[in-house]
């Protein structure tokens, strides 16, 4: 392993080579919170594993953002998923050097071209102040993880981002999700994520699910999710070219229910109207991103 893709290793844990699981905190350098829940994780789950279940990689994402605390140093990583970057030789854009140290780490070394047997979940947070979600790959057994931690999950969602890793793997045949655990940096977060991994290490078989974490962890889950519709599928994607030119109205968060032609931002000076009615989800209320945000309704 080469020195870039061992700064990367969190931890590995597991010595079955027929079932991997990777996950992934601070695909985005701003949020902490996964390598936190991660942190948290591992020595819990050292005492509870039984090793011959399968292999777990725990990965940081973005390494240098994560240093400077920043969604991303030049360009969104989770943009950065696709064929002509991957190809591309490495620059000297930290971004860029993340994307092919994770690209090789996991397809080459952990996955090894059986992507089938390996499961990739993106743990991330948002800058909304309520809230939590799944998002799956386009494939059914991502529908299926995602659907299994009975919070929000939305459909269509992967399709509309480009680039995202995602639905890179996705397309290999991995079951892949991300799951929105909370608020950038609260508390609440790093509870939500933990929950979550407990959630998915006992439904992707690595542990019991009767283990009391695990029992408590869904019940968590179930708790804070119970007033919030639970499956849903994107309508709108509000796309932003220049972030710098796009200012969210205050008072949205994800789920709160918006109408038809309702005032949603200022863009360039210009009114920004919804086009549907539906629930609200990931209003942009930080400096860097891509999305304004999006609408979805219940399926
Ligand atoms: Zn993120």
């Known amino acids: 392993m080469t020195e870039e893709k061992n700064a990367h290793i969190i931890h590995i844990t597991g010595h079955n080579p027929h079932r991997k699981l990777i996950v992934v905190g601070g695909m985005h ?38 240093q400077t605390g920043e969604r991303f140093i030049e360009q969104d990583l989770n943009r950065l998923w696709l064929e002509d970057n991957i190809q591309k030789p490495v620059g000297q854009v930290a971004d860029f050097k993340a994307l092919h140290t994770l690209h090789d780490l996991i397809v080459n070394d952990i996955c090894q071209g059986k ?9 991330h947070t948002f800058s909304a102040q309520s809230g939590i979600f799944a998002i799956p790959a386009c494939n059914q057994k991502s ?11 939305i459909e269509k969602l992967s399709e509309s981002l480009p680039g995202t890793a995602l639905s890179y793997f996705g397309r290999l045949g991995m079951t892949s999700v991300v799951f929105e655990g909370g608020t950038h940096r609260s508390a609440e977060a790093t509870d939500n994520l933990e929950a979550g991994l407990w959630h998915s290490l006992a439904y992707l ?29 994107l309508i709108y994607r509000h796309k932003l070219n220049d972030y710098h030119r796009f200012k969210m109205n205050d008072g949205y968060f994800n789920f709160k229910p918006v109408k038809k032609a309702e005032n949603l931002a200022v863009q360039n000076q210009s009114v920004i109207k919804s086009p549907e009615s539906g629930f609200m989800l990931m209003p942009l209320y930080q400096k860097k991103g891509s999305d304004g945000f999006f609408i979805v309704k219940e399926k």
Request: proline share 6%; charged share 25%; with cysteine.
């Open 29 to 66: 350098g701003n949020e902490i919170n996964g390598v936190e829940a991660i942190k948290r994780l591992i020595p819990q789950l050292e005492k509870v594993l039984d090793k011959t279940n399968g292999t777990i990689y725990f990965l940081k994402g973005n390494l240098q953002a994560l």
């Open 115 to 123: 992507f089938e047997q390996c499961s990739f979940l993106d743990l």
């Open 143 to 153: 529908i299926d993880f995602a659907k299994s931690f009975g919070v929000p999950f």
């Open 205 to 233: 078989g690595f542990i019991k699910p009767d283990l009391p974490q695990v029992v408590k962890s869904r019940s968590h889950l179930e708790k804070i999710s119970e007033s919030l519709p639970h499956h849903l599928e």
